[in-house]
């Protein structure tokens, strides 16, 4: 029986795109992440261009490669809420498709593939949607190796399609939907075509063990250091004439106040903090110091969706905050 491409996909997106190049370029305060994150995606999608590097570098294949060549197409992508993640997942892939000359496609998974709980329904609705994408996968895989293009799964919100097995509670259909994700990352693995499977989550320790050893690698998603504050709030202040003094206040106002709270996220700044800015000063004031400074001091974080700290990459600002 087939599958509607509606229940399996919300969006599905080529690249490259002007519009995702700019939401990626926004993305300030991840340059450590996007490095990593872009290398590995092009070698992922492209494994010849390490044999190429190894030939120009050590004049012959090494072992070495073949620690990558070996690793599943998965990435996750894990950490609070408001930190970049989903941003990030849904843009890369136009600096990758840029980078290597290619098309890339995205296709974000739709919650509707969990279905409605019926017996095997999510296992169907899963089996066909790495379907459809092997088949994206295979049509852009070139005859010597080397990829004319490249498909992109995101699973946004994956702990309620891959949460673990190994909670008591449970249901069957559950469990057999996590199978099946699992059976579509190694048959992606196996058939070496140009895709890669990036999940989101909030929760990492909830996202099934066997799913967790299979990644790639693990990207932490950190609330922004007062450096990274400070350029998205330079980014959208700084034609306004305000001082590094005033610019520090500000990066301060939004950072931890106390052991109790956290610091803003990048969606508290850009999606609360800076529109509240301009809706308090329109249609009758300009925007003062004392109109941004009164505004952020109001503006409360958002609450962490849980308290606990994952042992993964985290950016340099985190580290250094």
Known sequence: MMVDSNDLFSDVVTLPNSAVQRAYNEL???????????????????????????????????????????????????????????????????????????????????????????????????????????????????????????????????????QSRELSQMHQEDRAGVNALIRGVDELRKCGAPAIVVMCTNRLESIDPAVRRRAAEIFGFHRPGPAQRLAVLKESLGDLGFGETQLQELVGLTGPQNLDRLGFTYSDLRHRLLPSILIEAYPDQSVTYELVRDVTARTKPTPPFQDERVGIMSTEEDANA
């Open 28 to 162: 300030v305060g991840l340059d450590e992440i996007k490095m990593r994150l872009s290398k590995r995606a092009r070698l992922l999608l492209n494994p010849r261009d390490l044999e190429t590097w190894a030939q120009a570098h050590h004049s012959q294949p090494i072992a070495l490669i073949k620690s990558l060549t070996a690793s599943a197409p998965l990435f996750v992508f894990a950490g609070d809420v408001g930190t970049g993640k989903t941003a990030l997942a849904e843009s890369f892939g136009d600096d990758v498709a840029r980078k290597a000359n290619i098309e890339v496609v995205l296709y974000r998974m739709s919650l509707n593939s969990r279905g409605s709980g019926a017996v095997g329904e999510m296992t169907r609705l899963l089996t066909s949607a790495f379907d459809q994408v092997i088949a994206s996968a295979k049509a852009q895989q070139g005859r010597n190796g080397q990829a004319r293009g490249g498909t992109i799964l995101l699973i946004d919100e994956a702990d309620a399609l891959a």
